[in-house]
Every structure is written in C-alpha cells, then in structure tokens.
C-alpha cells in the first residue's frame, strides 16, 4: 500500500531550536509538496520540487525556513530558529506530473501525508 | 497566478440529503486539472473527485458529482444522500499543466476550505 510517510508526527519544541520534518515521497512520483494549514491561513503552498529542484518557494518565509530533497526518497523542510507562529500542522505531499508531446499532461492527483503538528512554545 | 476561493466557510445538511459546495478559480491557463479533497477530523487528506479541464463531461464518484463550467470558472461539488462520514473539511484544489512549463506547471494552489457538517 503505497502512502505518502511523513516523521514525526508530533512535535513540540522551545522558540528558537531548529526544527526538522521529513517525507517519504511514494516511489515513482516526480513532484513533492510542502504545505502549513493553519487556522487563520487554510492550506498555504510553502514549496514545491519537480525530480528534486525547486521550483516555487515564494511562499516560504526564506530568513527561517529551507526545504531540499537530499534524494528522490527524502525531503526535509528545516525551521531555524523556530517561532511559535510557526506552530501549525505540515503536510508533505506527492504525485506525478509529466507533459505530453501532443499536448495535456499526465497528472495523478496529490497524495499527502499525515502531516507533522507542530508546536512552538 | 492562480486563486481558488471557497465562498462558503461552514455548510450544514441533514443526513439522506443533498448539499452543494462552491468553488471558483481565476487563470488563464487553459490546461487544467481540478480537484476536490476531504479532510475529516483525522486529518488525513483524501481526494474526493478529480475533473480534466478539456472533458466536458462532469465527473462522478458515487454519491459524488461536480458541476463544472468551464466559461464561468465554477467547480461546485454535490454530495447527495449525505451520510454522517461526509462530515469533514473540503477543499477545492486547482492544477494547471501545459507545455510552455514554467513554475506554475504542476502547482496544486487550494481553495480556503468549507467546513460540511452532517446532521443525524
């Protein structure tokens, strides 16, 4: 049963320690995301790669936060130094996305994790 | 860029009966997938229902259907004979594809989310 993996699932940290989540992408899908679901701001698009490069991290606060994908069955989204504004619930998510010569795409939808609750005292 | 907007935050239906949830999107692209997710209490995302842009046909899922109108840039879904799971967060999820690639190309931009509850 292919899921997307996400560690941990809780965590609860002091302002000002580094924080770090991973993701295991399902094997076989090309694109992963980062998404924060707060309250206040719905499901907010932190970053996301395409065969590991970045493509889009506009909505990432870029002083504090850093995603990569060290390889194609890890991706890390760090938090230095940590906020309790950046308490919230992160989702990693993948799937596959591909152009066709002729036009259209082949898309799966996103497939997500269980997302990481973080707390940030 | 694109945007999904949700205009209704809460929605209430009684169990057995139909209920109908809004989304439209703004873009130009014209090569699109959209989508509609549930997230029940768990949290856990789960695709509901997924629409091609280019199929004029609405999809079905069981007791799940859209509405699609492409000129209007509406994607509303209906849950009929709603049933006391269905009470959840749904988003409403847009993804754009074509080949000009770009940053957009693959990006899954997601609506502010309507909270459904089911009633016995």
């Known amino acids: 049963d292919a899921r997307v993996t996400q560690t941990p699932r809780h965590k609860v940290t002091e302002m000002g320690q580094e924080v770090t989540m991973r993701c295991q992408p399902i094997l076989g899908h090309n694109t992963v995301f980062w998404y924060r679901q707060t309250m206040m701001q719905g499901l907010e698009l932190l970053a996301y790669f395409r065969n590991r490069a970045p493509l889009d991290d506009s909505g990432m606060p870029k002083d504090r936060f850093s995603a990569e994908m060290p390889d194609a069955t890890l991706a890390t989204l760090k938090i230095q130094p940590s906020e309790p504004r950046d308490s919230a619930v992160y989702f990693c998510?993948?799937?596959?996305?591909?152009?066709?010569?002729?036009?259209?795409?082949?898309?799966?939808?996103?497939?997500f994790g269980q997302g990481t609750r973080l707390t940030v005292v | 860029a694109q945007t999904v907007t949700q205009s209704q935050p809460e929605m209430s239906v009684q169990e057995a009966e139909t209920v109908t949830l809004s989304c439209t999107y703004d873009?130009?692209?014209?090569?699109?997938?959209l989508f509609w997710y549930k997230q029940p209490p768990s949290r856990q995302m789960i695709l509901v229902i997924r629409?091609?842009?280019?199929?004029?046909q609405n999809a079905t899922e069981n007791r799940f259907s859209v509405n699609f109108q492409k000129a209007a840039k509406s994607f509303s879904l209906k849950i009929s004979d709603s049933q006391l799971g269905d009470t959840a967060m749904y988003f409403c999820?847009?993804?754009?594809?074509?080949?000009?690639?770009?940053?957009?190309?693959?990006?899954?931009?997601f609506g502010q989310g309507t909270i459904l509850t089911v009633h016995p």
């Open positions: 629409q091609e842009a280019y199929k004029q």
């Open positions: 999820a847009f993804m754009p594809y074509n080949n000009a690639g770009g940053t957009s190309y693959g990006k899954l931009t």
């Open positions: 998510a993948s799937g596959f996305v591909s152009k066709q010569s002729r036009g259209g795409g082949l898309v799966t939808e996103a497939f």
């Open positions: 873009t130009s692209e014209s090569n699109y997938y």
